[in-house]
């Protein structure tokens, strides 16, 4: 579970075939201290398993599947990728609830910067839009960020400087493929809506979306 915080700019030193998938080295700092082979990572957004770590570099595996869902295979030499380690029981919590498990791949529409940060646009999917929503959560590349507006072709963003100063959005270029993750709590309220047509699921259905539509959810 990671929070979507980025913790430090690693920059790819090369990737490599490995099985069915790629074999990608990360040099890096921050996210090495206190890690072990086996832990988690989360690059652009993408949950990783550490499986050797070098002087001031990690190696991670990505399968043939992360690589076909996730930008990682498009990454080579010199690309600059987001980190961030995954949560301790003790950490503090400041964005939402990051899985790490990219729902698919979108894509950058527009950037307009003014003084005060950078207003994006993302387009995306049917798959995924479902479960964005004005003001709701959204990791882009890993990164929790809130989403502005939202329609059927995708959503807008706006990024203080803050962000766009300790993230690779200020790499972003229009036409640019980014990870997307969902909030978690969209697709476990798909779930309970959904029920299984009982009779009894069908009244606390009913009590659920009365309880969603009071409080603007719906």
């Given at each position: 579970?990671?929070?979507?915080?980025?913790?430090?700019?690693?920059?790819?030193?090369?990737?490599?075939?490995?099985?069915?998938?790629?074999?990608?080295?990360?040099?890096?700092?921050?996210?090495?201290?206190?890690?072990?082979?086996?832990?988690?990572?989360?690059?652009?957004?993408?949950?990783?398993?550490?499986?050797?770590?070098?002087?001031?570099?990690?190696?991670?595996?990505?399968?043939?599947?992360?690589?076909?869902?996730?930008?990682?295979?498009?990454?080579?030499?010199?690309?600059?990728?987001?980190?961030?380690?995954?949560?301790?029981?003790?950490?503090?919590?400041?964005?939402?609830?990051?899985?790490?498990?990219?729902?698919?791949?979108?894509?950058?529409?527009?950037?307009?910067?003014?003084?005060?940060?950078?207003?994006?646009?993302?387009?995306?999917?049917?798959?995924?839009?479902?479960?964005?929503?004005?003001?709701?959560?959204?990791?882009?590349?890993?990164?929790?960020?809130?989403?502005?507006?939202?329609?059927?072709?995708?959503?807008?963003?706006?990024?203080?400087?803050?962000?766009?100063?300790?993230?690779?959005?200020?790499?972003?270029?229009?036409?640019?493929?980014?990870?997307?993750?969902?909030?978690?709590?969209?697709?476990?309220?798909?779930?309970?809506?959904?029920?299984?047509?009982?009779?009894?699921?069908?009244?606390?259905?009913?009590?659920?979306?009365?309880k969603l539509a009071e409080e603007g959810f719906i």
């Amino acid at each position: 579970m990671f929070t979507g915080l980025i913790e430090e700019i690693g920059s790819v030193t090369g990737t490599r075939p490995s099985g069915d998938g790629r074999l990608i080295d990360v040099r890096c700092s921050t996210v090495l201290e206190g890690t072990a082979v086996g832990d988690s990572i989360s690059i652009n957004g993408t949950c990783q398993t550490v499986t050797e770590i070098g002087s001031g570099r990690f190696t991670v595996f990505a399968s043939s599947v992360t690589l076909s869902v996730t930008t990682l295979g498009s990454l080579g030499a010199g690309a600059r990728v987001n980190l961030e380690r995954a949560m301790s029981p003790n950490s503090r919590f400041g964005g939402h609830f990051v899985q790490g498990h990219v729902d698919g791949k979108g894509v950058i529409r527009s950037l307009t910067r003014d003084s005060r940060g950078c207003s994006i646009s993302v387009a995306a999917g049917g798959a995924i839009m479902k479960y964005v929503v004005a003001k709701g959560s959204v990791a882009v590349d890993g990164i929790s960020l809130t989403v502005v507006e939202a329609d059927e072709g995708g959503f807008s963003l706006y990024v203080i400087p803050e962000t766009l100063d300790k993230t690779i959005i200020g790499g972003w270029t229009a036409g640019a493929e980014v990870n997307i993750e969902a909030d978690i709590l969209a697709k476990y309220v798909e779930k309970m809506l959904a029920g299984n047509g009982r009779a009894d699921d069908r009244v606390r259905d009913g009590e659920l979306k009365r309880k969603l539509a009071e409080e603007g959810f719906i």
